[in-house]
T-cell receptor, first 114, second 111 residues
């Protein structure tokens, strides 16, 4: 069964460092998303990506964040200068065609900022 | 913007007992609702969804949810839970092309 894969599963970094979280969406999917979940809190939308550009982003997704689909298979989330409050589980998701298609989520990348 | 509210952060229940996890949505002309489940150390998995048609939707593992427009609710129910149902359950609403999640309800099933 096709699945969304994320790497790394866990990353520990120092405050101020750059972090790149990687995702391989399901191969024929067209819509890509990043969500995050701070420990004990709800899953929050960060950004959606379609047709090689950001289609929507939340207030959380400020200038420190960027996304890229560099080679047609990977979908990356970059945090330029991490802050303590960026510590969270980051989930990648992808969706096929159609507005009501199911979002398939990866298992998440846990980011710990010290 | 559309939103969902999950009033219960935790629901403890004994095995084989019935359970209801509550979800209320902000009223809108058209609303599309989902329940996702998150097992420990895993990602989110779609449990069931309501888009249109029958107000009662079912999942393959015995859960069901009923869309109730007058009460703006989409509660999740199961008549008899198993230990393996222990997980975090998230209600979500489709807002443009993205899902907006509730705060989640942790279902803890005890033997």
């Amino acid at each position: 069964e096709p699945e969304v894969t994320q790497t790394p599963s866990h990353q520990v970094t120092q405050m101020g460092q750059e972090v790149i979280l990687r995702c391989v969406p399901i191969s024929n999917h067209l819509y890509f998303y990043w969500y995050r979940q701070i420990l004990g809190q709800k899953v929050e939308f960060l950004v959606s990506f379609y047709n090689n550009e950001i289609s929507e982003k939340s207030e959380i997704f400020d200038d420190q964040f960027s996304v890229e689909r560099p080679d047609g298979s990977n979908f990356t989330l970059k945090i330029r200068s991490t802050k303590l409050e960026d510590s969270a589980m980051y989930f990648c998701a992808s969706k096929g065609q159609g507005r009501f298609g199911e979002l398939f989520f990866g298992e998440g990348s846990r980011l710990t900022v010290l | 913007a559309q939103s969902v509210t999950q009033l219960d952060s935790q629901v403890p229940v004994f095995e084989e007992a019935p359970v209801e996890l509550r979800c209320n949505y902000s009223s809108s002309v058209s609303v599309y609702l989902f329940w996702y489940v998150q097992y420990p150390n895993q990602g989110l998995q779609l449990l069931l969804k309501y888009l249109s048609g029958s107000t009662l939707v079912e999942s393959i593992n015995g859960f069901e949810a009923e869309f109730n427009k007058s009460q703006t609710s989409f509660h999740l129910r199961k008549p008899s839970v198993h230990i393996s149902d222990t997980a975090e359950y998230f209600c979500a609403v489709l807002n443009t092309d993205k899902l907006i999640f509730g705060t989640g309800t942790r279902l803890q099933v005890f033997p």
